[in-house]
């Protein structure tokens, strides 16, 4: 088993009230004005004029003069790097574009604040004053900009020194021990996005069902949480008839792990799909692409770090992550179109496309989950192609029971994951119905098949739970170009949704 040491990190995060000599380049923050680009405060104390030991006035106007010199404007996640006026104690400064001032809400910060950390490769320190508009938000776009992925990478291919990630950012504070408790929960969940990113980004040849749990494990029990992992014996003796199913085509048998995190009396429920690679099985996907199916667990990892992250933060709520995991592969051991299973719990299933499998696996995970009596229950699943059809590669669909799914797409959409409210619609309810047994996987057509999903996921739903089931295939996993603070591959999407909604039930 790869040691969980040899993870990818970020860069370290630390506040400071003045530049070191250490530091290499200083980064600002820039608003487009009536005026022209602005640069934006630095960091104050509450009553106080801004910080301005580092860009007093006659700084700030020479640094002005010279970004509008090469052009800047201040829009949004604009770069504009030249050299420091002399006696700055830095070689270089950076200014971010924010777009209009009105408009530099968190997630803009953030989004600069990436396009930044990932601008700076090859820098060893950076200080920045956008500390001064959202300490967080600029420490977690920082970090998760600058996040890359080179496991893999031989000495070949290796980062050069001048291709290697931004080292330190340190955040300019009124006075030291000012800002600790922000960059100590922004740290926090930046590093279980990045943690999400890795088990994404880690190829299927080296994190497969009994590797991704023993890693789970491992993480799980060093932040000292209890783990309960089931292997395929233990799997198919208690009945657990959607995991087996899928996992029978492959020589890499499935997985079954549950993390508890005990912080209070009111519990929640976290499930995650863990396809560790998806070729559809014997209703076998095109070979275009395929190999962007490493991304199908992006769901469990996400459910992963999430637990993780509500331990170190000490929330007074009980989580309870209950994951799946298994390879969908085509083989002479294979489910077939027209097999039938029995899920967790006695429902019965005619598996109509194998290529449906991960509603299969967490519906047994559902059950089981429910068996806690949790007073939440949150699903998270790359789950249909028809929510990149439905809403894009950005925004998830989040689907439920009324009021929590609303609460749950607010919350996405205040910390930027874009999670967007959609219908069960009734009417499609009657399409999952099968001759043989007691459900079909699949509907006959393709209509509104992100909504199908959502609906067979809802048949094994305990009863009186509020529930939100969240469908990110599209944004768990960036086959484009990098932007804000998102990088080609893993995104961890949707782990600041979750820990945000976690937030919210523990402060009920």
Known sequence: MT???????????????????????????????????????????????????????????????QLRAVGAKGKGEELTRIPAPEGLGVASVLAVGLGAAEKADAEQIRKSAGVAGRALSGSGTAVTTLSGLDLGAAAEGFYLGAYTFTPFKSDKSAPKPDELPLQRVEFLVPEPGFGEEALFRAQATAEAVATARDFVNTPPSHLYPAEFAARAQELAEAAGLEVEVLD??????????????????SSRPPRLIRIAYRGGAKKVALIGKGITFDTGGISIKPAANMENMTSDMGGAAAVIATVLLAARLSLPITVTATVPMAENMPSATAQRPGDVLTQYGGTTVEVINTDAEGRLILADAIVRAGEDEPDYLIDVATLTGAQLVALGTRTPGVMGTDEFRDRVARLSQEVGENGWAMPLPAELRADLNSKVADLANVTPHRNGGMLAAGLYLKEFLPEGVQWAHLDVAGPAFNTGGPFGYVPKGGTGVPVRTLIAVLDDIAAE
Request: proline share 5%; charged share 20%.
């Open 3 to 65: 040691a969980v040491a040899d993870r990818s990190l970020g860069p370290e995060l630390a506040l400071t009230a003045t530049i070191g000599t250490e530091t290499d380049v200083l980064v600002v923050g820039l608003v487009t004005t009536d005026d022209g680009p602005a640069i934006v405060p630095g960091p104050a104390l509450e009553g106080e004029t801004a910080f301005d030991d580092v860009l007093d006035a006659d700084t700030r106007a020479a640094l002005l003069a």
């Open 232 to 249: 395929e014996k233990a799997l198919a003796a208690q009945g657990f008839g959607g995991i087996v199913g899928v996992g029978k085509g």
